[in-house]
């Protein structure tokens, strides 16, 4: 039995100034939003600079955390302006920052130490590992990944220096977050950019061995762990987060509203909270598949569309909703006395605001001031965020003393305003302004070296044909199973690494570590990772470790970081970066750049299998390279590759490789932006990479 744990706080998402209102409102104990750039709902309202001072205010009056989200990729040009938008927020009193890339968290630590920063769901942390590195990194709260089930939870939270937080509501993206690039290489708008066009969304063509169909392969269910609260309460996770900044403030408040009565009760959901849930909003129901581990083998459960019932639904069901809007009790003082000066004093908790009039007040000479004619003037708050009930006024008030309605006013709103300030005044957050000074590389032509990958070692000797200046050659991790001997044999001429998994979870690690041994045995010399979570888990192995493209590294920051803290001695760089932004790299002494050349660019990462859950994968096809195919509206058609798992009894993951094949060696610029090595796919179709 899991011993009972604290309650886990609710995080709610604000994409506007009204919702943020509708949170505070429902009773959400931490609130995210984002300013008007750098986050990853580019599309959502979001907060003018004004709105966004503001909204921090706001929070701080009610008690409830803002959380910042500067989530985004970042150029090595854009550093300095994130700075000063962080510098702004904390001092506002902005409680945390959510962050997605590693170089922006480092010079936010080593400028402002006493910031705290939370590690963002796209630093994609799927294991205990890669929780550990982040905190190492600086980060006090790691958001953990949406596929991990109940039992990956608790280990990773389990007797932890940091906190986690878990996404409990709202929509899924169908990759593994931080590792999708469909958006922004098929669309030219980046999702680690805030900038995703939803292209899962949209209707595909399946075709496999087992034949063609149409549909939305691609279009998860949100998810709801409503039904789960009871179990979640004592899995040790800090923070339940529900996803949507991008819905309706009544789709917030309702929400909010039906997760916050579950937490306080500690149960699951009931079938008619799930109504509910479903009417706000849902695309054919909701799914726990990750968290159960339900379905992830079968053809049910998890994928769906949002059809003309579920809107006609959501309509109906925000009409019925009135937000209320928030308001905070206070309590007031004040005296109103013949020969003495009137004042108010409005207060809450520890605050105070308070207000005297000028002049001595004086003798009624017919009607006199009465507690119930001054009380009915003090409680007309207004606009502002607080309310003030009669029973909570203690007032001095004369026999016979006249008061004009104009003082009591203009008391009432200095006293509120002070208060306001008082509660919201600026936070003193030092600042030791190193500040950051983008580099463009020397832009001289230069000889770069080849690091050839293979998906198979048949035929080698004709897929290298043509290649000079090859600095290593690479296969992924599970071919050492099959063709070990084969590999070991090239390694007397070339260099070998190991491609390893993009994805490993907890219970997959000690396969992988066996796997990797047997490799090295092989004749491997490194092993390229793309997560910070696997670092570790090749390092034990003793093999030099290179990083790869899922690592995201846009700027010379977070190129320092993976080098110079965590030792990697090679780093391909983000296909992201346009070769201006490439140039302006700065690589740290002996280190080796990459960029990808030629190839099909990996675009999404997938933790179910999307062609057995459309019922069309066939044992007979266990040999065969790609498993199916998915062909959108203009025939472009995009591979699916399966991606082998270690040690647990699920479909494979897939991969979703880009329609056509990549080739930037031709490009003059490319070999005058300081690259020393271009990642080139010796296979005749582009893969893997």
Known sequence: MLKVKKRPKLLVPAGSYEALCAAISAGADEVYFGASGFNARAGAKNFT???????????????????????????????????????????????????????????????????????ST??????????????????????????????????????????????????LCVSHSGQCLFSSVVGGRSGNRGECAQPCRMEYTMRTCAGERKGYPLSLKDLSLAEHIDKICRSGAASLKIEGRMKSPEYVWGVTKIIKRLLEEERGANSDE??????????????????TRRYLATSEGMYGIRGKAEKEATKEAEN??????????????????????????????????????????????????TFESIAKNLVKLGSTPFILDIKDISMT??????VPSGIINELRRKASQLLYEKMTLPVGIKRMRIGFCPQRQNSSKKKVKIRLYFESSENFKSKISGYNDIESIVFPLYKFASEGETIKKLSS????????????????????????????SCG????????????????????????????????????????????????????????????????????????????????????????????????????????????????????IYPARRFDIDYPCRNIIYN???????????????????????????????
Do not use: W
């Open 659 to 689: 329609s056509v094949i990549t080739d930037l060696r031709s490009k003059k610029e490319l070999y005058m932006s300081g690259i020393d090595v271009l990642c080139v796919s010796a296979e005749e179709d582009g893969m893997p990479l």
């Open 122 to 171: 796209q630093c994609a942390c799927h294991n205990k590992d890669g929780a550990v590195r982040l905190y190492d990194a600086g980060f006090s709260r790691i958001v953990l990944a949406r596929e991990l089930s109940e039992e990956d939870i608790i280990k990773i939270t389990d007797n932890a220096p940091y906190e986690t937080e878990i996404f409990v509501h709202g929509a």
């Open 397 to 402: 008030v004369g026999e016979s003393v006249f």
């Open 274 to 291: 799930m109504r509910q849930l479903r009417e706000l909003f849902s695309r054919g129901g909701f799914t726990d598949s990750y968290y």
């Open 493 to 520: 001429d070339f260099r070998i690494g190991v491609l390893f998994p993009r994805v490993l979870s907890n219970g997959e690690k000690k396969g992988a570590l066996s796997m990797l041994e047997y490799a090295k």
């Open 49 to 119: 600079e004004g709105e966004f001072e503001e909204a921090i205010k706001l929070c701080r009056i009610f008690g409830a955390s803002s959380n910042i989200t500067v989530n985004t990729l970042l150029f090595d040009r854009e550093i300095n302006e994130v700075l000063e938008l962080v510098y702004k927020a904390a001092c506002f009193g902005a409680d945390a920052f959510i962050v997605q890339d590693i170089g922006l968290a480092q010079i936010i630590k080593r400028e402002m130490p006493e910031v705290t920063l939370h590690a």
């Open 320 to 369: 019925s909703i009135n937000i209320i809007q928030p308001r905070r009790h206070i309590k007031a003082e004040c005296g109103f006395e013949s020969g003495k000066k009137p004042y108010i004093i409005y207060s809450c908790g520890e605050y105070e605001g308070f207000a005297e009039g000028e002049e001595e007040l004086e003798s009624a000479k017919n009607s006199s001031a």
């Open 524 to 639: 491997a010399s490194f092993c390229e990772v793309s997560n910070i979570g696997h670092i570790e888990t090749a390092r034990q192995t003793g093999l030099e470790i290179y990083g790869g493209i899922g690592l995201n590294i846009t700027n010379s920051l977070s190129m320092e970081y993976y080098t110079e803290e965590l030792g990697l001695s090679s780093i391909v760089l983000s296909p992201e970066l346009k070769l201006g932004a490439l140039r302006d790299i700065v690589k740290p002494s002996g280190v080796i750049s990459c960029f990808y050349a030629r190839g099909r660019l990996p675009l999404m990462v997938l933790e179910s299998c999307i062609v057995k859950s459309c019922g069309m994968c066939r044992k007979d096809r266990e040999n065969e390279k790609v498993c199916g195919v998915i062909t959108d509206r203009i025939n472009a058609s995009f591979p």
